[in-house]
């Protein structure tokens, strides 16, 4: 069986103090990753495209199985679970990234996480969306994100994968 994965892939530079450092996204749906063959296989993804940040969906965690997911990913990890069949969602910080979480906001669970962060003295909104395949439930989703970013009062980057 092979497995193909696709990534989305956004750089944003940054020029503190005549300092250029850059933060590579990535977002993939996984369909699952109870698996020990895909999480090495996505680690090493992660690896070679040398992503900073990775919004994963359709992660199929549960509380009972993210234990394990700190065996594998080294670097910190934010969920918003779904069941071990469906949705679930997460944010995944690369090791070499100095990241601060700030907080953590599951709009909607398994579906819509937001992580307030900290790179580099930079504030950062990532958002992680896996939206239904129904549409009014999907528009239902996309007007809570709308309302999400309008009551955003602090300045910062807003970064969204999904």
Known sequence: ?????SFNLICFFFFPF????????GSLNVNGMRDGKKNKVLSEIIRLKDLSVTFLQETHSTCSNEVDWGLWWKG???????????A????????????????KNEVEPGRFLIVKAEISNFKFLFVNIYAPN????RSLLFKK????????NEDVFIVVGG
């Open 76 to 86: 910190e990890y934010v969920f918003s679970h779904g069941t071990n069949l469906s």
């Open 88 to 103: 679930g969602v997460a944010i995944l910080f690369s090791p070499t990234v100095k990241v601060k979480v700030l907080s």
């Open 18 to 25: 005549f300092l250029m450092e850059i933060l590579r996204v």
């Open 134 to 137: 129904v549409g009014a439930e």
């Open 145 to 152: 994100f709308e309302n999400v970013v309008k009551e955003e």
């Open 1 to 5: 069986m092979t497995e193909q994965f």
